[in-house]
């Protein structure tokens, strides 16, 4: 009896304090792709040239990159050359896009290896 009490409770909080409410201070994560325009690491940004689906053009947009933001495939972003091919993870929090992680592709070798 005591173990369908405890099985009622633990429905009953679930449904009274939905997940959605306790997460209200997490921001949620994007992702998106590009080809690095502009590295400016004195003001900690990476210009990214992305397409624009509700356009249908090439957009630069700029983002801020996090102090502890993880890269893959560099030595740190601010080492990422102009016109390399990146995928990333941006958070938006009070207008600025903020990236999060982001991983260097090099478009020519990839290709190279996938033909072999």
Excluded at 39 to 58: A, F, G, H, P
Excluded at 79 to 97: C, H, L, P, Q, T
Aim: charged residues 30%; negative net charge; proline residues 2%.
């Amino acid at each position: 009896m005591l173990k369908y009490f405890a099985c009622i409770v633990a429905v009953a909080f679930v449904f009274a304090f939905p997940a959605g409410a306790l997460a209200q201070d997490e921001e949620e994560i994007d992702f998106n792709s590009g080809t690095v325009k502009e590295v400016r690491t004195n003001s900690n940004e990476i210009v990214v040239s992305e397409y624009d689906w509700d356009t249908d053009t090439d957009i630069d947009i700029t983002y801020v990159v996090a102090p502890d933001a993880r890269v893959e495939n560099a030595d740190s972003w601010g080492n990422i050359a102009g016109g390399s091919y990146v995928d990333f993870e941006f958070i938006e929090k009070d207008g600025k896009k903020t990236i999060t992680y982001i991983s260097v592709y090099d478009a020519e070798n990839d290709y190279e290896e996938a033909a072999e």
